[in-house]
């Protein structure tokens, strides 16, 4: 069964804590790509892959780490320098860059409390 | 500013009616405009998708159309059901870096 998962489906965090969102793939990907989602708002890219061991910075990467260390994962580190980082969190992978149809993990919600 | 905005924010329809999302994007020159459909807590997924020179598409019973003069595109859905309720996004790929802009989207509630 291919696609792509995410874990958890929600997670809690104290103020000043780093936590990591995890996002695997079996499509056979190069590319993937980290999101956050906010009510009334578009999606803003956080940080994308094209290729093991490479990663750019999206429109809103402060505050965020990530790492691509296989071609399957593409785990994303929310730290403490992130001001306001609750929110949705939506990983996706396309097969190649340009033009491909983003397919989208099933997200994941953080909280901060 | 955005470069894709989406009208209304949010409507309720009554099972069986149509309804018409409208996506206004300032994005030019552009590669092409996908309309995603996301379930509340899910990830989006895509429903049509057009380039330039397509003016509409058509998904089941949802219809996409395009004016590229006026960079418009509207989302149409015919003969609505109870799992039609769910956010639609409109998301508009820019032809020189790929770079995608995605519009805030619209919240549609089927009701029976």
């Known amino acids: 069964d291919g696609g792509i998962t995410q874990s958890p489906k929600y997670l809690f965090r104290k103020e000043g804590q780093n936590v990591t969102l995890s996002c695997e793939q079996n499509?056979?990907?190069?590319?993937m790509y980290w999101y956050r989602q906010d009510p009334g708002q578009g999606l803003r890219l956080i940080y994308y892959?094209?290729?093991?061991?490479?990663?750019q910075k999206g429109d809103i990467a402060e505050g965020y780490s990530v790492s691509r260390e296989k071609k399957e994962s593409f785990p994303l580190t929310v730290t403490s320098a992130q001001k306001n980082p609750t929110a949705f969190y939506l990983c996706?992978?396309?097969?190649?860059?340009?033009?491909?149809?983003?397919?989208f993990g099933p997200g994941t919600r953080l909280t901060v409390l | 500013k955005n470069q894709v905005e989406q009208s209304p924010q949010s409507l309720i329809i009554l099972e069986g009616k149509n309804c018409t999302l409208q996506?206004?994007?300032?994005?030019?020159?552009?590669?092409?405009l996908r309309w995603y459909k996301q379930d509340t807590g899910r990830g989006p997924v895509s429903l049509t998708i057009?380039?330039?020179?397509?003016n509409t598409k058509s998904n089941g019973r949802y219809t996409a159309t395009l004016d590229a003069d006026t960079k418009q595109s509207s989302l149409h859905i015919t003969a609505s059901q109870l799992s039609d309720s769910a956010s639609y996004i409109c998301?508009?790929?820019?032809?020189?870096?790929?770079?995608?802009?995605f519009g805030a989207g619209t919240t549609v509630t089927v009701r029976a």
């Open positions: 998301v508009v790929r820019d032809f020189g870096d790929y770079k995608l802009s």
């Open positions: 499509l056979n990907h190069d590319a």
């Open positions: 996506c206004n994007y300032t994005v030019s020159p552009f590669s092409n």
């Open positions: 996706a992978s396309t097969p190649g860059t340009g033009t491909d149809t983003q397919y």
């Open positions: 892959s094209q290729i093991v061991n490479d990663f």
């Open positions: 057009m380039t330039f020179s397509e």
